[in-house]
């Protein structure tokens, strides 16, 4: 008779994994040699790791990344992808009305194509980083349309071909589910978010149209109002491809436990899902504890997408804490991403590839 075989949870499998990233981490902490001593096979990158899955793993890149050589070997050779922290933005891109600078842009996409790897724009519309001329300027509902239309147009056109996804509209409601008191809301009504999806289509068919936003990584009143719209939005023939999760997550309040399952909900209306932002973040100072805990939650964050079969990829918000957004938000907070300021990787970064199968 055989022995009953111990059930195999994918959580436990998560955390064998990371165990043994752990592990490694700490030897490599401790100074010991853990690679064999002849030369192996080089290790394969978390992008082609993903890439097995039919996923893609990247990284967001922004001005001061490109006068940095280290950094940039990395970013080419680690990521299958990339998206531009703020040069796609309105303020980049369009800094005098009608007249429209793409150099920061193209110099990510010229990377990107270059590595072989893809690029999600980001974004057309955010009621943030919008230039002067725009917030400052007073506008009829007739003449905000046609700004809107002709700023979205020419940016997607722009880059027709060459942008897989664009998150066109950019965290439209408030943490309460109901719409965020942009100018475009407040000039414009709600419709404005179908306009701008129908206009970004017509210039480049072949492009995902996602909605993007924080705080929607599990099941409650922000999400609920995106999972109600996209179901509208779907019902009356309105071209929306994608959900972007943001995922910018923080220790002191917990792991989304729902995660998955929110997901699923939205792959249910017939649109992918993809993690467009994350980075996890803590409070300063990082110890081994807390870096451990943050392993273990950007693997569950990777599983989970792994697990829905129309979440197609995850971006961290930067690969490196040298260029993370956050502690010039949040001053006594940090350590959020998978490599250290000094490029090297760290725990979240091992077991995050653990779970891609490296
Ligand atoms: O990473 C971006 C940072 O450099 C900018 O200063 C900041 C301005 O608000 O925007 C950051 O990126 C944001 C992204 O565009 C949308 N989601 C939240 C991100 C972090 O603030």
């Known amino acids: 008779m055989s022995t009953p075989r111990k059930r195999t949870t994918s959580r ?6 990371i165990l043994t990233a752990l592990s490694a981490t700490a030897c490599l902490a401790a100074g ?9 096979p080089r290790p394969a990158p978390l992008g082609d790791l993903a890439k097995k899955h039919h996923r893609y793993f990247g990284s967001a890149v922004d001005g001061p990344g490109f006068a940095d050589p280290a950094y940039l070997k990395l970013l080419g050779s680690e990521f299958g992808q990339l998206t531009p922290a703020n040069a796609m933005k309105w303020y980049a891109t369009e800094p005098e009305r009608g007249v429209f600078d793409f150099t920061a842009a193209d110099q990510v996409v010229s990377f990107a194509r270059a590595h072989h790897q893809k690029v999600r724009g980001h974004t057309l ?5 919008l230039p002067a001329w725009l917030t400052e300027g007073t506008w009829t509902a007739g003449e905000l349309r046609a700004v809107l239309k002709n700023h979205i147009q020419t940016v997607v056109r722009h880059h027709k071909g060459r942008i897989m996804h664009w998150d066109v509209v950019n965290e439209a409601f408030e943490e309460d589910g109901t719409y965020r008191e942009s100018l475009f809301y407040k000039t414009l009504g709600p419709g404005y978010i179908a306009d701008a999806l129908r206009w970004a289509h017509e210039a480049d068919p072949h492009a995902k149209l996602y909605l993007n936003d924080y705080n929607v990584d599990g099941i409650g009143p922000k999400s609920d109002a995106y999972h109600r719209l996209i179901k509208q939005l779907k019902a009356d023939g ?10 910018h997550l923080a220790l002191q309040y917990g792991f989304p436990a729902d995660v998955r399952q929110n997901m699923q909900r939205f792959a249910d209306l017939g649109v992918e899902v993809a993690v467009t932002e994350l980075d996890i ?6 110890t081994p504890e807390k870096l ?3 392993a273990t939650w950007y693997a569950d964050y990777v599983e989970a997408c792994l697990a829905v079969e129309k979440c ?7 690969y490196t804490d040298k260029y993370s957004w956050i502690p010039g938000v949040f001053p006594d907070e940090g350590a ?5 300021e000094h490029l090297r990787p760290k725990p979240a970064y091992h077991a995050a590839k653990a779970v891609l199968g490296g």
């Open 292 to 294: 451990a805990t943050q």
């Open 125 to 129: 519309l955010w009621h943030n980083q």
């Open 312 to 318: 197609v990829g995850v971006t961290v918000w930067d």
């Open 336 to 340: 959020a991403l998978p490599y250290d």
């Open 281 to 286: 973040r803590m409070r300063l100072p990082a």
């Open 12 to 17: 436990t499998r998560t955390a064998t994994r």
């Open 32 to 40: 010991l040699a853990v690679a064999p001593a002849t030369a192996g």
């Open 238 to 247: 309105v071209p929306v491809d994608g959900f972007g999760i943001q995922g």
